[in-house]
């Protein structure tokens, strides 16, 4: 579902698990985050080191991306941003843990939790919705999460 020529936005990256698969692919990947000292060096992979929490501009201007991954982080200001940088045609995959996740441990503050349905209703009217899940996971250990896989309408 994502253009083998798509170029990728890895949004708080962390180790790169996501950049370094898209890029062992021949993607373009964008990774970024506040600590780019556990993403590995990969041709590749463009480092964009930015604190998104900090009340900074959105470190990446107007540039559009061909697909957006987001994994297991969730800062609500950002999602304008976020869903602005994905090219018309292009896909957001997000997956972050959701409400109910306290039970299990960390996160546990509503601030990091996706509420129920959330992930859908970001996407609503500008997205359409390819896959959807809101459950809770076994692997790699207990926890409540949501993912989306949606294509950008306009
Ligand atoms: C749980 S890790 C997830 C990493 C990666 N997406 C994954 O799933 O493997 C969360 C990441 O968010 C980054 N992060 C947390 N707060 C941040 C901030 N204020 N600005 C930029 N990155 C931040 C951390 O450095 C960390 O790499």
Redesign the pocket.
Known sequence: MIAPTATIL?????????ALFFAERGHRVTA????LG?LPDHPGIERLQ?????GSPWPLGTRRFGAA?????L?RPLMASLLSAVEPGGVLLYETFMEGNERFGKPSRPAFLLKDGELLELVRGAYSVTAYEARQMSEPRPAMVQRIAARRLR
């Open positions: 890895d949004l708080a990256a962390g180790a790169g698990r996501h970024v985050d506040r600590d556990r930015a604190d998104l929490e900090n991954v987001v994994t297991n982080y800062h």
